[in-house]
């Protein structure tokens, strides 16, 4: 059982660059989430997505964007890559939005020069 | 708007110690609150779970606590090892999507 599945691991972009991150899991859960982590900080939320075609902004939505159009697959796409989006992003996933665990994947670091 | 506080923020403590981490929410209307334990450069995984109706829940060595009318939460480690350092993070669902506010979490150094 994989879980929750996130690639690359790492990467390091240039300012401007464009990238797509990566998040799968195999769980049929219909919510997943997108945060950010930046050191010594807790987790803020991106972007969400409450099933297939279902998406909506979170926190700190700005410099991304995201599409759901299957159950497993959430991606993550950077346009125009800056220094401050530099951190580790975390995909989730929860079969329900109230009373459900929420498991995470291991993380992308990203570092943009 | 939710806001999740822990405190301290770090905690070092010799091996065997029990000890106690604090987390508090200012919104007491929350379905759940969850506990993680973060490795450096690691992802988060689940400790605990705790549902609004419950005040306890246990795992092995740990045992994590839930006072909604005060917007607190503990979670004990008991008989603390050198592998339970790591980054121990609460978090509550904000609404009815399970979008989670994080607190900033506590860095536990178990010294042997």
């Known amino acids: 059982n994989a879980g929750v599945t996130q690639t690359p691991k790492f990467r390091i972009l240039k300012i401007g660059q464009s990238m797509t991150l990566q998040c799968t899991q195999d769980m049929n859960h219909n919510y997943m989430y997108w945060y950010r982590q930046d050191p010594g900080m807790g987790l803020k939320l991106i972007y969400y997505?409450?099933?297939?075609?279902?998406?909506d902004k979170g926190e700190v939505p700005n410099g991304y964007n995201v599409s759901r159009s299957t159950t497993e697959d959430f991606p993550l796409r950077l346009e125009l890559a800056a220094p401050s989006q530099t951190s580790v992003y975390f995909c989730?996933?929860?079969?329900?939005?109230?009373?459900?665990?929420?498991?995470f994947g291991p993380g992308t670091r990203l570092t943009v020069l | 708007k939710q806001e999740v506080t822990q405190i301290p923020a770090a905690l070092s403590v010799p091996e065997g110690e029990n000890l106690v981490l604090n987390c508090s929410f200012t919104d007491s209307a929350i379905y759940n609150l969850q506990w993680f334990r973060q490795d450096p450069g690691k992802g988060l995984t689940s400790l605990l779970l705790i549902q609004s109706s419950q005040r306890e829940q246990t795992s092995g060595r740990l045992n994590a606590s839930l006072d909604k009318s005060s917007g607190r939460s503990t979670l004990y480690i008991a008989a603390s090892q050198p592998g339970d350092s790591a980054t121990y993070l609460c978090?509550?669902?904000?609404?009815?999507?399970?979008?989670?506010?994080f607190g900033q979490g506590t860095t536990l150094q178990v010294k042997p």
């Open positions: 978090a509550v669902p904000s609404g009815n999507t399970g979008k989670l506010i």
């Open positions: 989730a996933s929860t079969s329900s939005g109230r009373a459900e665990e929420q498991f």
């Open positions: 997505s409450v099933g297939a075609g279902i998406t």
